[in-house]
């Protein structure tokens, strides 16, 4: 809806860096989101992933972050946090207790995916980086059958294949965060698509409360 009714409006936008200094904003539209989240998503489903599959996603948020997620909701496919503050192993014990079978992360974060090997290659089948790969990186995962993508070659991975978009439910899982709890091993909490309507349904009041919108 937003993209029909605001295509041209700012919607995502990061600091460019310039000598090590952070700039001024550049700015992607909704319309311009959107067909970049329709391409990684066909790029997902490309790899064999399927409503319910699990998609893990590593990295500062940025607006490749909130493109992944997007693109993961579109199909079904649960997306999957992974983050340092829940302690060293911690990243390698998501991967395998949601049975992670992409993962996407920021440049700098993806040799700590590495370092799951060969555990997490149980599951783990694909890797995107949001920036650059290089040559030792790919080395490395094709030693476990892996493969790993910068962010712009797997946004034409599918090329001009589509497809159909999976009739999601509220009840549906939408995310699965992991948290320290108290004791033990990271736990894993189901967060269903109602959970969210239920979140944006309560800012969307509380805005009109206050009449702002």
């Excluded at 295509?7 to 539209?29: Q, S």
């Excluded at 079904?76 to 992974?82: K, N, Q, R, S």
């Excluded at 911690?90 to 993962?103: G, K, M, P, S, T």
Aim: charged share 25%.
């Amino acid at each position: 809806m937003a993209v029909e009714k605001y295509p041209n409006n700012r919607m995502l936008g990061h600091r460019a860096i310039v000598d090590g200094k952070a700039g001024a904003y550049v700015w992607r539209t909704y319309k311009e989101v959107f067909d970049i989240a329709n391409k990684i998503g066909n790029s997902i489903r490309s790899c064999g992933l399927t409503k319910g599959s699990r998609c893990g996603i590593y990295g500062a948020n940025s607006p490749e972050w909130i493109i992944t997620m997007e693109a993961c909701n579109a199909h079904g496919v649960y997306c999957v946090p992974l983050y340092d503050t829940l302690g060293a192993g911690a990243i390698e014990f998501i991967l395998c207790h949601a049975e992670v079978e992409i993962a996407f992360a920021e440049e700098k974060k993806v040799a700590e995916l590495l370092k799951t090997f060969p555990k997490s290659t149980e599951f783990l089948k694909t890797i995107v980086s949001f920036g650059k790969v290089t040559q030792e990186q790919k080395e490395e995962v094709s030693k476990y059958g892996l493969s790993i993508y910068s962010w712009d070659e797997f946004i034409s991975l599918a090329g001009d294949q589509e497809f159909d978009l999976p009739v999601n439910q509220r009840t549906d899982i939408c995310t699965i965060m992991y948290t320290s709890g108290t004791t033990g091993d990271p736990k894993g909490v189901l967060i269903s698509n109602a959970s969210i309507i239920c979140l944006i349904a309560g800012v969307d009041r509380l805005l009109n409360s206050v009449n702002e919108r």
